[in-house]
């Protein structure tokens, strides 16, 4: 350690760090309560500060007794440096501001706490407070990303040029697209608190930045603030913040440190194949319908390539509920009988008949009381009434549909409209949850003890965290088949890929084929399989369009397609600063084979350019790529021009070794 006496009012403890591959400095001024963080002698926040409202507002520069602690420490993120700086306030309040730095990572963490004896209380905590302008990049390239806090009502990432005021939920980047150099910065925590992330840029600099929990309002569905945590110490959640050489590779690592945070639910069965009623039929399903497109699939797809592991999912979507039992039954035998897992459709945290005075499944309770209420109101997002889900009522009945649906054989759920039951609300049933991520953590840790080890969650409309209780989340909502649903679902793939790490899969949403051009066909599939999850959505029963059936034949068997879909994966985006649409251009590096995959959402055919070097691939050579869907071999050389026509894609399989 190196003390610097600078003058007499202001006391600066330097600390220098070796880090991988640069070195992490932090300058802390104790006589201010603000601190420099340098990388490779470069400064990425100036006059940080911490603060607190509790309510009134407390920050780390408000007291001058400051005190700091360093010790080395060994944890789950690596061996590295913790140092705990603490102030002590007249009423004997103490804050701590906590910063971690790892000797083999290009990231920091950090949080705030406060202390004070009797208790304290807060619904914002922010350990990341600048208002200081640093030049962080180039002119003219700079993009801030906006990430949703769920995917509700067709929202859509967007990353920003620089000049604007930006929130982001949970996590943002902020990069120049040309140079790919970018720091990645959010919450690893998601057990109490909804993190927001506040930036202010402008030409090349991040002017003002604020991370924080305590974000409520619109973005997250909420008529509340945010609610407040009490106890003698409390913390905000731990904020990770790294700048690195490519922006995409600063996202991969924040997944990766809140994969080690709350490891993702397990899952040995390999990418789901299947189909699902939403897509065509939606509230025409009927039993008979359901098994003619078991036996369509039996007869048509998985013996064509469609299936992975011998296996494929069949799953009946909303409207199930007018199937009686035996036939439920009978639909998941005939599903068996056909090397299928069936299944099924649930709503944990939501209400949608609206009759408060009906009696909950699974107990006693009325409607009215599991309720989550907000000013005294219901509340519901969409048409959707919202439950709380620490209510044993709510509970109850989650256990009551999840033991009926093992006890029927369903291998697969499909939970949607989750949101609710992360809203904030007046109060909870169980007065020691305050905030709706507490509510969320508690309702979801039930579902996945009801659902045991076997069943395989996948989430729908749903926040984006916390992860780990779920193998698979739909990467955007609802989606069909023409041309702009792919694009859309796209936009989240080009700005959300990460996901991969953080959930077994993404899911794409259903894919329907009849009533749209072969084009369109090849983009949705294509989307799909560059994405996570292959389900189909045609109506494949007797009195199914024979259109969607003959398509679904020709597009859903292609084996070098389906190996691609099969692969867990997500592909990631070669550029960076499309806004609110979605990137053109995408690429996976499996170490056998790198691919390339490339959209055209226009009405006019289009020319798309690039290099090698831009899409990750060696420069100054000719190489052979095979285009999955023609089968054609191609000679390719940098500059890359590919041609596409309107509302089309197309999907390049590079390998040195052979085709």
Known sequence: MRIFFLCAAALFVAVSLDASPEHWHLDYNLARGTANILFDSRILFSNVYAEVKAPRAVTSMDEARRTMKRRRVKDRFGTGTQFDIQSIGRDGTKMTQIFWFYDQVDYFLAQVKMFKKGGVSANYMA???????????????????????????????????????????????????DSREGMALGSIDHDIWKTGVQSTTLGAELDDIEVFGGFTGELTRDTLPHGAVSGETIASPRIFAGLFSDWRHGLETYAKVNAL????????????????????????????????????????????????????????????????????????????????????????????????????EGGNYLYKDIYLYAHGARQRIDKGVALDPTHPGTQGRIKYFIDRFKRLGFKYVKADFMAQGALEGDRHYDPSVTTGLQAYNQGMRFLEKCLGPDMYLNLAISPLFPSQYANSRRIACDAWGDISKTEYTLNAVSYGWWLSGLYDFNDPDHIVLGGYTEGENRARVTCAVIT????????????????????????????????????????????????????????YDNGDYFYLAAFNYGETETNLTTTFARIGLKAGRTVQAKELWSGQIITMSSPLTIHLPSADAVIYRFNEKGL
Not at 548 to 563: Q, V, Y
Request: charged letters at 25%; proline letters at 5%; aromatic letters at 14%.
């Open 261 to 360: 945070v709350a490891p993702p639910r397990p899952w040995t069965g390999g990418v789901p194949f299947g189909w699902n009623s939403w897509g065509k039929l939606q509230f025409n399903i009927s039993f008979e319908k359901a098994v003619e497109v078991s036996d369509f699939f039996a007869r048509e797809l998985q013996p064509h390539n469609f299936e992975n592991r011998n296996t494929v999912y069949i799953g009946l979507d909303s409207g199930w509920q007018k199937f009686t039992e035996e036939e439920l039954k009978k639909f998941v035998d005939h599903c068996l009988s056909n090397h299928q897992e069936a299944g099924i459709y649930f709503t944990p945290f939501t209400d949608f008949s609206h009759g408060g005075n009906r009696t909950v």
């Open 532 to 587: 996570g999850l292959c389900l189909s959505g045609d109506d494949f029963s007797r009195e199914g369009e024979a259109e969607g059936k003959e398509k679904a034949k020709r597009f859903l068997t292609n084996a070098d397609i389906d190996a691609l879909g099969r692969m867990q994966k997500s592909f990631r985006p070669v550029e960076g600063d499309t806004d609110d649409r979605a990137a053109n251009m995408f690429v």
């Open 127 to 177: 350990p990341l407070v600048s208002h200081t302008p640093v030049k962080l990049f180039t002119e003219g390239a700079g993009r801030a990303l906006f990430v949703p806090f769920d995917n509700d009502k067709w929202i859509r990432y967007s990353a920003v040029p620089f000049g604007t005021n930006l929130t982001s939920c949970e996590v943002s980047a902020v990069y120049n697209n």
